[in-house]
């Protein structure tokens, strides 16, 4: 059974940083990508960063390009997302996934990923 738990969210003041992690268990087969995505309030659901599991290659949304930095650490099965200089606009649930059949064409799309995980808050606000 695949599990996804993430972590690190909270209330932070613009132009702050956090570090989001996701944990992953269960996964006894190989991975095409992990992604980001996040979620506000009256808005659909949408992709922050994705990276592939094995090579490495990493993808974002152009919003939060030079900001955020997608990381995975293939020993810990854990993927970490670190958010420097946040926004108003970057308030949401962040969800961790995993693509496990992918392909590159649609590593920004959440349909590709199978597996999510729980969500975790994050609040940007003065």
């Known amino acids: 059974q695949v599990q996804l738990v993430e972590s690190g969210g909270g209330l932070v003041q613009p132009g702050d940083s956090l570090r989001l992690s996701c944990a992953a268990s269960?996964?006894?087969?190989?991975?095409?990508?992990m992604g980001w995505f996040r979620q506000a309030p009256g808005k659909e659901r949408e992709f922050v960063a994705s990276?592939?599991?094995?090579?490495?290659?990493?993808y974002y949304r152009e919003s939060v390009k030079g900001r955020f930095t997608i990381s995975r650490d293939k020993a810990k099965k854990m993927t970490y997302l670190q958010m420097n200089n946040l926004k108003p606009e970057d308030a949401a649930v962040y969800y961790c996934?995993?693509?496990?059949?992918?392909?590159?064409?649609?590593?920004?799309?959440?349909?590709?990923?199978?597996?999510w995980g729980q969500g975790t808050q994050v609040t940007v606000s003065s």
């Open positions: 996934a995993a693509d496990r059949n992918g392909i590159l064409s649609t590593i920004r799309d959440s349909r590709a990923y199978e597996y």
């Open positions: 269960g996964l006894n087969f190989n991975i095409y990508a």
């Open positions: 990276v592939r599991w094995s090579a490495g290659y990493t």
